[in-house]
């Protein structure tokens, strides 16, 4: 017999495939978890469309459905919200000559999912030159934002918002009237993530696009960097144990979509100059497992090769059990320090992966109580890892 769980995760494991319509055994309690699990992966808008394409929609329990339906539709008016915002946001760049490309978002909704209305968006995510990102910031505040959050250091990176009250919950994620995060990136991802030998030199400029989202113009980056974006910030997830389904579901569909018109060779050099072999083949084979979808042979030796096997193996043997039961209000700490010890190649990158956890303590405290809190740490860092790896 499966237990509650295992089936939810395979119901889960089994919606992002483009092929075929999923068939679900699942009881009231398992519906009732399954819509919690949709909820919190991003996934109910495209699972309801998907159902409605069927032809079989009354698969679900009629109250099921009934939230589905609701979500989907508030999610759709949230984007088209979302579409007239950001291309206020646009304007008020292009006033000032700054040129910013959309990344993610609308247009990989618009072009992979057929719908802008199909993807749950957090945020809006723009691309400025380094140059013009303090003119950007200063754009921001101009209409009205601030940061998101207080901290210290550049502002670049950051969310912000036009702050109001409003009651975050769970639930909240499709209503329209929740407030829109903007965030200004001069890059894809961190060089040197957590510690990580990962580079950045990957540019988003190169080969931009032209797109139209609901009658406004956008620029977006190339395929074949977007594709490297989508797998590098999906994998980085994964190791945060923090990793949503919606995120791999964006890789799979491009995959299926444009896999086959895309410049393998282009990819691969762009994986190799930033050393990311490890984190794409990741975010790769778990679109394969769960979405069937297929890289060429050689790039994806050449990936498979670069990857440390204790990776290899738990992506085939726990990954899509390990990725579904992944949630960002309850991230399991032992599968994050066992998955950072295994994706650092040798000792020297594994010490700079371990160094770079008790970074915090370091930097927070000062005298005898740097030392001391660091240790303790460190402690915690290792007993989380000597557990996961007795347990697995």
């Not at 057929?114 to 754009?139: M, N, T, W």
């Not at 410049?263 to 984190?279: A, N």
């Not at 085939?316 to 994706?343: A, K, P, T």
Request: a neutral charge.
């Amino acid at each position: 017999m499966i237990d509650l769980g295992s089936r939810v995760r395979l119901a889960l494991a089994q919606s992002l495939s483009p092929a075929g319509a999923p068939e679900f055994n699942l009881d009231s309690s398992g519906w009732e978890a399954f819509w919690i699990s949709a909820r919190d992966h991003c996934l109910v808008p495209y699972l309801h469309k998907r159902w409605s394409a069927s032809g079989n929609p009354e698969a679900l329990p009629p109250e099921i459905a009934g939230r589905f339906a609701a979500g989907r539709q508030d999610n759709a008016e949230r984007n088209r919200r979302l579409l007239i915002l950001l291309n206020e946001l646009l304007s008020a760049l292009r006033e000032r000559g700054i040129i910013t490309l959309v990344s993610k978002g609308l247009p990989l909704a618009q072009a992979y999912y057929g719908d802008p209305g199909l993807r749950v968006l957090y945020d809006l995510d723009l691309f400025v030159r380094s140059e013009d990102s303090g003119q950007a910031i200063d754009v921001l505040r101009n209409i009205g934002y601030q940061p998101f959050l207080s901290t210290r250091g550049s502002e670049s990176g950051r969310p912000f918002w036009r702050p109001r009250e409003y009651a975050w919950d769970a639930e909240g994620v499709f209503d329209p009237n929740r407030p829109v995060m903007v965030e200004l990136h001069t890059r894809p991802w961190e060089p040197h993530w957590h510690g990580f030998r990962l580079e950045c030199t990957l540019d988003p400029w190169r080969g931009v696009r032209v797109v139209e989202v609901g009658g406004v113009t956008l620029q977006v980056p190339g395929e074949e960097q977007l594709l490297v974006q989508l797998a590098v910030h999906y994998s980085c997830n994964v190791l945060e144990c923090s990793a949503r389904l919606m995120h791999l579901l964006d890789i799979v569909l491009l995959l299926w979509q444009r896999g086959s018109d895309l410049d393998w060779e282009t990819v691969l050099s762009f994986i190799r100059q930033d050393r990311l072999e490890p984190f794409c083949f990741l975010a790769f084979d778990l679109a394969a497992r769960v979405g069937g979808c297929r890289i060429p042979g050689e790039p994806w030796k050449a990936l498979r090769d670069a990857t440390p096997p204790t990776i290899v193996r738990w992506s085939e043997l726990r990954g899509v059990r390990d990725i579904c039961s992944m949630s960002l209000h309850n991230r399991e700490r032992s599968l994050i320090y066992l998955l950072h010890w295994n994706m650092a190649e040798g000792w020297t990158e594994r010490a700079s992966v371990l160094f770079d956890s008790v970074r915090g303590p370091w930097q927070e405290n000062a005298g005898p109580g740097r030392w001391k809190s660091l240790a303790a740490r460190m402690s915690g860092r290792l007993q989380h890892l000597l557990h996961a790896l007795r347990s697995r």
